[in-house]
């Protein structure tokens, strides 16, 4: 239910900005990230929904290497690809926002919304090859005694599918972390230019301080959200708490909850959203 509420939120945010481009026949860069990014958490929330779904309902799949392998490839690669393009999100407003005149941020700014489609292609490219290591390290083989069915209760050697956790917290440090210490230096600095630039209008009561520290907000929360998503796929990966067979479905219930809660806000902060998806 958590994921399908999810899923929908998303959509309803891709929906809005389809009527909008439909409407002025163009959309701002800012709108089609975050178009990307609701796509993005969509897949991912539909990954969720379909593993979910086999392990109830046909239980006995689970036992197939493949299609095991094959779901985990699949929520790893829309997971890091949700992680990229948040980071792209992140950069292009660091890049608009911020004010430094390095050497890096000057040819940059005027270059952003024609290099944004370069990244998000660059994004899926980096995810789907980051995750294909999950469909060949995520288990081991291992043999064991097991009965072999005839009259004497006599036993062979049979071969069941044990977890790798060492090979997927590496696989899963090895897609996840780029994306990660990118969107945190990116969101980082645009935090520490907004606070300063906050401050020197403290004095000020225009709609320039109300934006400016609602952006300073909204950045904050992102930044922290974004952390813990990384801490609890980290923590699912490890396999900690996989004995604990009760806390199996509750692992995906916190790990999705601030994805949907950054979806919720992202589409209610915005006015111009909600008037677009109301109209």
Known sequence: ????????????????????????????????????????????????????????????????????????????????????IASVLCVFYCVKIVSYNCALCVPLRSRISTV????????????????????????????????????????????????????RVLIFVVGSFPPFVIFCAANSLLIHFLLIHTRRMRNVTSQNLRSHFGALKSMSLFLVLQMMIFMLMGLIASGRFSHLTFLIHFDWIILCFPLLFHSFYLFFSSSELRKMFVS
Not at 34 to 46: D, K, N, P, T
């Open 1 to 84: 239910m958590e994921c399908l509420v999810g899923l929908i939120v998303n959509m309803m945010i891709v929906a809005a900005n389809f009527l909008k481009w439909k409407s002025q026949r163009s959309l701002q860069t800012c709108d089609k990230i975050l178009s990307y990014l609701a796509v993005s958490r969509g897949f991912f929330y539909c990954s969720v929904i379909m593993g979910n779904l086999i392990i109830i309902f046909v239980p006995h799949v689970q036992e197939n290497y493949d299609v095991k392998s094959i779901l985990y490839i699949q929520i790893g690669f829309t997971f890091n690809l949700s992680q990229w």
């Open 116 to 167: 944004v489609p370069w990244l998000v292609a660059a994004s899926l490219i980096m995810s789907f090859i980051s995750n294909l290591p999950l469909g060949w390290y995520s288990y081991d083989h291992k043999t064991q005694n097991v009965l072999n069915g005839s009259t004497d209760n006599t036993t062979g050697k049979g071969f069941v599918m044990v977890s790798n956790f060492e090979s």
